[in-house]
Structure formats: structure tokens, C-alpha cells
């Protein structure tokens, strides 16, 4: 059975609604159709220290969450879009992502070959586009595969006041993206979970 963990990068705590989480729930409910395992950590609420190595020291939440992360086969990461760019909350998890770089198998593979990455972002201005070049080449780099049309995104007008989690209904693009993204990135992890990557050379 394939296992996708979310990590929501939104900067809200908890229990306040987030457009972000809201977005991630919808692509695991996907997901969760096909007979997948999910699970969800809205990053905000745990104390993830800055760094680039995978333990930080005292109180830092991430090594938790990491072995979350290299347990799952999918990874989804969900993100707004602040002054055009991924939130503060996701860069952090891009950086403690770095560390994976050190981290590898006995035969010379990254621990993250072999897992699928796919991409929820939201906001109220343009740069969903950036926002997917930044996050895939930065998962990529510390190896994840990204399948064919891996992001699903909304974003209202520029300079709008309307979040995602206000809408009356899902828009029919994005329900479709959604429906894209999951189908494909599932595909991908099927695949990889039978036939990983050859041994480094």
C-alpha cells in the first residue's frame, strides 16, 4: 500500500483554517480513494529549528518529522505564496531537506530515491509557476522524483482579498489538477516501489 505524508507549510497555526491545509486535504482525500495511507503535519505547529542538518539539537521537532517523511513513499508538500514566493515555513523544510544530501543506503543510494514528490499551492497573487520551479528543483536536488504534472495550484486576482477556504466550491480546473496530480504521482510510486533506482556507481 503507498503512503503520502503532507507537510502544510502555512503560517497559521493551529486550529485556525488554513487555505493551505484545506487545499493538501483535498489531494489526500484523492489520494485515500485509490487506497492510499495519509497522513498530515501542519509544520507552524512544531518547533523546526533552522539548519541544514537533520537534528538541530534540543526541542527541534524535525527529526520527528523526518522519519515521517523517509517512511512515506509520497511526499506532498503544500505551501502559500507570500510576496510571490513559498512561505517562510516552506523554505525551512527545503533547508532541513538539505541534509538528506549526506544521508544515504548501502549501495550509495540517497534515502529519498525512490520517493515521489508533489506540489498543493495557494494565494491571492500570481506565482504559482515560481512557486513550482523553486520547491521541484530543490526536491529534485535532494532526490525526489517529480512526475509529469505534479502541482495542483490556486490563486486568486492579484491584489484580491478571497482565500481558497472561502470559496463555495472547489473550482472545476483545480478539482481536475487534483485529480491529475494524484493519479500521476501515484503511478510514479507504484512503479519506483517495484523497481528502484540501480546502485551507485
Not at 518547533?47 to 520527528?64: E, N, Q, S
Not at 527545503?94 to 498543493?120: F, I, M, N, P, W
Not at 510514479?188 to 546502485?199: I, N
Given at each position: 500500500m503507498t503512503s503520502v505524508i503532507a507537510l502544510v507549510c502555512t503560517l497559521t497555526p493551529s486550529p485556525d483554517p488554513s487555505s493551505s491545509q484545506l487545499l493538501a486535504e483535498q489531494v489526500l482525500a484523492g489520494f485515500?480513494?485509490?487506497?492510499?495511507?495519509?497522513?498530515?503535519?501542519?509544520?507552524?505547529?512544531?518547533?523546526?529549528?533552522?539548519?541544514?542538518?537533520?537534528?538541530?539539537?534540543?526541542?527541534?521537532?524535525?527529526?520527528?518529522?523526518?522519519?515521517?517523511?523517509?517512511?512515506?513513499?509520497?511526499?506532498?508538500?503544500?505551501?502559500?505564496?507570500?510576496?510571490g514566493q513559498q512561505s517562510s515555513v516552506c523554505k525551512r523544510v527545503?533547508?532541513?531537506?538539505?541534509?538528506?544530501?549526506?544521508?544515504?543506503?548501502?549501495?550509495?543510494?540517497?534515502?529519498?530515491?525512490?520517493?515521489?514528490?508533489?506540489?498543493?499551492v495557494v494565494g491571492n497573487e500570481d506565482g504559482a509557476h515560481f512557486v513550482t520551479a523553486?520547491?521541484?528543483q530543490a526536491l529534485n536536488d535532494v532526490g525526489f522524483t517529480v512526475p509529469a504534472a505534479a502541482v495542483t495550484y490556486w490563486h486568486g486576482p492579484a491584489m484580491g482579498s478571497t482565500d481558497y477556504k472561502d470559496l463555495d466550491e472547489v473550482p472545476e480546473v483545480t478539482a481536475g489538477t487534483t485529480k491529475t496530480l494524484v493519479a500521476n504521482t501515484?503511478?510514479?510510486?507504484?512503479?519506483?516501489?517495484?523497481?528502484?533506482?540501480?546502485?551507485a556507481s
Open positions: 485515500a480513494e485509490q487506497g492510499c495511507t495519509t497522513s498530515l503535519v501542519r509544520v507552524v505547529d512544531h518547533d523546526v529549528k533552522p539548519g541544514v542538518k537533520k537534528d538541530m539539537g534540543a526541542g527541534d521537532a524535525w527529526p520527528g518529522i523526518r522519519a515521517q517523511v523517509l517512511e512515506a513513499d509520497v511526499l506532498l508538500i503544500a505551501t502559500p505564496i507570500w510576496m527545503l533547508e532541513r531537506l538539505d541534509a538528506e544530501l549526506s544521508e544515504k543506503d548501502e549501495q550509495g543510494r540517497l534515502l529519498t530515491y525512490g520517493k515521489v514528490a508533489c506540489l498543493a523553486e520547491v521541484f501515484l503511478h510514479l510510486a507504484t512503479l519506483l516501489k517495484k523497481d528502484q533506482y540501480p546502485p
